[in-house]
């Protein structure tokens, strides 16, 4: 039977302990091995010398696709009904690209992957390490820009604490509607120059739908997580977390056409372990574009 991307990571164990400490004598590091998705381990990286805090470390990795890259279809603008400033103005960056699956042809990175942690133990918490705890000015509102092209950021993660500014900068009117589980509904009317305001979100464990019902492409995602151990992938596909707490804990991947990476099964995550001071690379993941 084929091992899974977590499986893996335990491979070959006792070599790799007999590495760990022959690096760990000559260096002074911590060096901390991790896996690549349905490829094997991969090279074991340096310890994270910023933090020498052995109760917390770091986590990276990076989203690629398994398969054949999608075709990213162009928005049939006739089928709304604009008028001809409206559609000039949607036209004026280029053809409007579905956002479905958005990767790069050529490295197969996946971009607006959530990517999460959870604790190992359901009963347990991750304990966030002070320096995360207080948010910066710049980091209390995150603004969201209706462009020609769509919603700028297409995907949004933020924290119980932190709120969102949806802005319309531009000529066209549009429509703020937001469906939630937790939090309120809304549908508001954008005039052209207008900002809404969304704070004090509560955690949601489904995705927040945001859209603009009069041009139905216009659509993106929000997550808000009671804790800082959350990330959305680059260009490249990338994540990466910060001060983690030492130990095991489950890694959650989700995507808004996929779902939950391994099906169902995939809302529990898979276990890593976080090494303190020092830095562990998950390697590759790879996702399909649907589940099996």
């Not at 381990?41 to 994270?48: N, V």
């Not at 010398?49 to 999608?70: A, C, E, M, T």
């Not at 309120?184 to 979100?201: D, F, H, Q, R």
């Not at 151990?229 to 910060?242: I, M, P, Q």
């Amino acid at each position: 039977m084929a091992l899974n991307w977590t499986d893996q990571q335990h491979r070959d164990d006792e070599s790799r302990r007999r590495f760990l400490k022959e690096i760990t004598a000559l260096t002074g590091w911590a060096v901390v091995t991790g896996a690549t998705a349905f490829q094997g381990p991969t090279a074991a990286i340096a310890g994270d010398k910023s933090n020498s805090n052995k109760g917390f470390g770091g986590l990276k990795g990076r989203i690629l696709l398994d398969g054949d890259v999608p075709e990213r279809k162009e928005v049939d603008l006739s089928t709304a009904a604009l008028n001809a400033e409206d559609l000039k103005w949607f036209r004026s960056l280029g053809p409007i690209l579905n956002e479905d699956w958005v990767v790069d042809p050529k490295t197969k990175a996946v971009r607006w992957v959530y990517v999460w942690l959870i604790p190992e133990d359901k009963q347990g918490t991750l304990t966030p390490h002070e320096s995360l705890t207080v948010l910066g000015d710049d980091e209390k509102i995150i603004p969201i820009d209706q462009e020609p092209t769509g919603y700028v950021p297409h995907a949004v993660a933020i924290r119980e604490e932190q709120g969102i500014l949806m802005r319309n900068q531009g000529p066209v009117a549009h429509v703020f509607n937001m469906q939630g589980f937790s939090n309120p509904s809304k549908n508001i009317a954008m005039p052209p120059g207008s900002e809404i305001p969304v704070k004090g979100l509560m955690a949601e464990r489904a995705a927040i739908k945001i859209s603009c019902p009069p041009h139905p492409w216009e659509r993106m995602t929000l997550r808000v997580f009671d804790h800082p151990y959350f990330a959305v992938t680059n260009a490249e596909g990338e994540f990466e977390f910060k001060m983690v707490p030492t130990g095991p804990c489950r890694l959650i991947v989700w995507h808004e056409t996929l779902g939950f990476h391994g099906g169902r099964a995939g809302r529990f995550g898979s276990e890593v372990n976080v090494e303190g001071a020092a830095i562990t690379d998950l390697g590759t993941i790879k996702i399909k574009t649907q589940t099996a």
